[in-house]
């Protein structure tokens, strides 16, 4: 007897380059198959051929015993497949019951009328929020809601859809350690429904927590397929990459020096109080907190983004009552935006005009751009960073840990000084990682100050020299790596008070 879903030798070749080589793929009803490999290993590929947004050169397609043929989105969807992507894909000015019905809403017949009948549409957004015990009205705007409480809304818009396979890519970027514990109870419950998950993820501990089956592809070729009791970590990690990863967390020592931002008594529109801190040249600070704690506010103050602010900012001496992103710029300081290249990059630009948009005057001379000197500062940053890639490559082409090297690349171009990393490893593979936090490792040997915005904890307890833990606006607890542990970061981000002052 087959499997409920059956995905028998897929080939796909974009621009003569093999990206599927003859894949098989299954997954059973109520069950959660984890679909792991490298940026580039041909898992999203794979995901996009069965939701029909691309053909198979050869391969067939069995749903339920029964030979199909998926040609659009369209047919995937009244099959019951259904992709719920890294980026969010909602319509922000709608509320949360319009995103979940657009384009199927329910309707009632009112003698010649035919109208949409809103009552029944908000009583079904009810009963979905309250299974997933979402404190939340059906009528809210989704431009309100954070990435997790988003997250959510994508998985019920599935759900009442009818679907009986949902692809997840990457769920958890960017959730806090309270979403994901949320999220993973919603699977638990998708499950008993008897919905096929598929499960695209980089996050291996999480993988082991929540997946029953496990699929490893590497460079278009199917690498291994098992139980997920069968495999370890270290085996997954050395048949995703080819090779051992000897050490996850490359953290180097790093001697400090002196204090090169100082923040006194922050506040801004109630988001965030009272916020004191300080990060030395060469030090790597984390920043930790669940949704709504201001972590990513404080971020955008200071880079002045959002403002204006109540309190002080220092900036290697200097004194700054206020803020602009060109000001930040022009001392050093810089944000890193984490989730998608939306704030990041220019998408349909070069490597190169990505690069150097930072800091055009650098190559500039009476308002032209000098190619030769543009070109030879590029290359070099491409090699230092080992992007692996054409300086005159499009940023749609490279994957996410290109992307985000590319991205921190543009900042180095512009001699930041002051770098403010939200999410820096999220959506991207092990070995990219690494080559992230080696990157990380290279600032800080510069004489650079780190602040590193995370939701993986393991991250933070690998990188970081210290951690402030952040809830409601406010600083709970800023610890040396000696005292950081997952349990006592998340009693303090879950609003546990502590008994003493703490500092490292």
């Known amino acids: 007897m087959g499997s409920f879903l059956e995905m028998r030798k897929i080939t796909k070749t974009f621009n003569e380059n093999l990206v599927l080589n003859h894949i098989d793929f299954c997954a059973e009803k109520g069950q959660v198959h984890a679909l792991i490999g ?12 069965l939701a029909g947004l691309y053909q198979p050169d050869s391969g067939e397609i069995f749903l339920d015993g029964k030979q199909v043929s998926i040609q659009n989105p369209k047919q995937a ?32 017949n009112m003698k010649l009328l035919r109208l949409i009948d809103w009552e029944k549409a908000y009583a079904e ?14 009528k809210t705007l989704v431009s309100s809601l954070s990435l997790g409480q988003q997250k959510f809304v994508e998985i019920i818009k599935a759900l009442s859809q009818n679907a009986r396979i949902i692809v997840m890519d990457e769920p958890t970027a960017a959730l806090t350690e309270y979403e994901i514990d949320l999220l993973f109870k919603a699977i638990r419950d998708i499950k008993k429904l008897g919905v096929s998950i598929v499960y695209i993820s980089h996050r291996l501990e999480e993988i082991k927590k929540i997946a029953d089956w496990v699929t490893i592809i590497r460079d278009g070729e ?27 967390y490359p953290k180097l ?20 109080r009272d916020i004191s801190f300080e990060v030395k040249k060469g030090e790597i600070l984390g920043i930790i907190g669940l949704s709504g ?30 803020m602009t992103p060109h000001i930040a710029k022009l001392n050093g300081l810089c944000y890193v935006p984490g989730i998608g290249t939306e704030e990041g990059l220019v998408s349909n630009a070069t ?27 590029v290359k070099d940053l491409i090699e230092r960073l080992e992007i692996m890639a054409d300086e005159n490559e499009l940023i749609n ?108």
């Open 38 to 49: 490298e940026n580039g290993a041909g898992k999203s590929t794979l995901m996009k051929i």
């Open 77 to 108: 969807q009244e099959l019951g497949i259904a992709m719920i992507y890294q980026e969010i894909r909602l319509f922000p000015d709608l509320n949360v019951t319009e995103n979940i019905f657009m384009r199927r809403e329910p309707v009632k």
């Open 125 to 138: 957004t009810r009963m979905y929020l309250d299974k997933f015990s979402l404190d939340l009205h059906p």
């Open 222 to 248: 199917l690498i291994a397929s098992s139980a997920i009791d069968g495999i370890d970590v270290t085996g997954i990690i050395k048949a995703m990459a080819g090779k051992d990863l000897e050490d996850r």
């Open 253 to 272: 020592k790093v001697k400090t020096g002196r204090e090169q931002l100082v923040v006194k008594n922050l506040s801004f529109n109630g988001r965030i």
């Open 293 to 322: 704690s201001g972590r990513r506010t404080l971020a955008k103050v200071l880079c002045g983004i959002d403002g204006p602010y109540d309190g002080e900012v220092y900036i290697n001496g200097k004194l700054f009552r206020s």
């Open 351 to 377: 490597i190169t005009e990505n690069i150097t948009l930072t800091n055009l005057e650098r190559v500039s001379k009476a308002g032209f751009i000098r190619n030769s000197e543009e070109e030879e500062a």
């Open 397 to 504: 082409n490279l994957n996410g840990g290109k992307q985000k090297k590319v991205v921190f690349a543009k900042w180095l171009f512009a001699n930041a000084k002051i770098l403010i990393l939200d999410e820096p490893t999220a959506g991207i593979d092990i070995g990219s990682k690494v080559d992230i936090y080696n990157i990380i490792n290279e600032l800080a040997l510069s004489g650079a100050s780190v602040i590193m915005i995370s939701s993986d904890l393991p991250e933070v307890i690998g990188m970081c020299d210290r951690c402030i833990v952040m809830f409601n606006g406010e600083i709970r607890g800023i610890f040396s790596k000696e005292e950081l542990s997952q349990e006592r970061m998340l009693y303090f981000a879950s609003g546990g008070k502590q008994l003493e002052e703490t500092s490292g």
